[in-house]
Structure formats: structure tokens, C-alpha cells
């Protein structure tokens, strides 16, 4: 599934981020709070995310060469992240596909860039001399690290629905919300 990403200032479409979704003959939809965590524990989240890059990326060429391109964004797991070979994968899935770099972008959590940060660092870098954009998803619900944010090539900070969601009544979303863009400017 592809779930629009709308400016708020004029409606226009910004991109899409790609979501993988379940639908079981028997069990109907799989919320992905179901079965995302079992492929994360099996180590089958690798796979997913591949298969989901990879069709991601098709999608994308096919609007591209309709004359509608998008950028359309991809949750990157940690263990895929760490996959030694990441970028060199993820440099040939755009080189097959033909995407533009610029139409992609990759979205990462707290906790990828946390883990070893040296090799994040190698790694976010490498992605970034591809030509696509980073994003850190879910920002603030890990262990935010100012330093981090300077050194990293990240454009966009997604903030966790956990801070969004009282906007605009309550007055602690609002500070958190507006500190954190404030941040990211």
C-alpha cells in the first residue's frame, strides 16, 4: 500500500511511503503490529524488506516514466541495515529499476543509528553519495541524540505519533513538536 504524504500548506503530494500489508484467506488483514515483529524475531525481516524495497522502487519507475514521479519512502529494519551488503543492494536495485536516487528515500529508526554509530555513520553516507534521502521514523521514542543529528545525512525527522497526536490542545505536544522542529531546521 502507498500512503499519500500531503503538504499541509496547499494539499499537494509530497511523496508516498510504501507499506506492506497481510491479507490471509482465513485471518483477513494481519495488523503489521502482528507480523512485523515475528519477521524481526525470525530474522525473515530481511527478506520483507527487500521484496518490499524492490517493489517499491518498481512502483516508483512506473510513475516516473508515466511523467508523475514521486518520492516514495521505504522503512529500513535494523537488521536489514546491518546487512553488510545494504548498500551495495540497495545501489543496484536503483540501478536496475532505473529510478532516479532522488525519488527514494529511506526510512530509518533511532535505534539503526544507535546501535553502532561509526558504521551507521559509514553507512548513512554511502546511502546519501547515492543521491536518495534519508529519514529518521518515530523520532523522539529512542535515544535521541543531538550529536547524531549533526553528524548524520538525514533530511527529514518524522515525529512519533505519540507527540501528534494531542496537537493542538495539549500544551506539552506543542512544546515537544515545536522544540523538535526547531531542532530540524
Known amino acids: 500500500h502507498y500512503q499519500p ?107 539503526i543509528l544507535i546501535q553502532d554509530a561509526n558504521d551507521a555513520l559509514e553507512r548513512l553516507h554511502a546511502l546519501a553519495r547515492l543521491g536518495l534521502s534519508l529519514a529518521i521514523d518515530d523520532f523522539g521514542t529512542g535515544y535521541s541524540s543531538l550529536a547524531y543529528l549533526k553528524k548524520f545525512p538525514i533530511s527529514k525527522l518524522k515525529i512519533d505519533r505519540a507527540f501528534v497526536m494531542g496537537l493542538p490542545q495539549d500544551e506539552g505536544d506543542r512544546a515537544i513538536v515545536g522544540a523538535t522542529i526547531a531542532m530540524a531546521r
Open 5 to 111: 504524504q500531503i503538504s499541509l500548506w496547499d494539499g499537494r503530494l509530497l511523496g508516498v511511503e510504501a507499506l506492506v500489508r497481510w491479507c490471509d484467506p482465513e485471518l483477513g488483514n494481519v495488523p503489521p503490529s502482528s507480523f512485523i515483529p515475528l519477521a524481526e524475531e525470525s530474522g525473515f525481516i530481511i527478506a520483507i524488506g527487500n521484496w518490499v524495497m524492490a517493489e517499491a522502487v518498481r512502483q516508483a519507475v512506473v510513475w516516473q516514466q508515466a511523467g508523475r514521479p514521486v518520492v516514495i519512502s521505504v522503512n529500513v529494519s535494523a537488521l536489514q541495515f546491518q546487512q553488510t551488503d545494504f548498500v551495495d543492494r540497495v545501489a543496484n536495485t536503483l540501478q536496475t529499476a532505473g529510478l532516479d536516487p532522488a525519488l527514494l528515500e529511506l526510512e530509518l529508526t533511532e535505534s
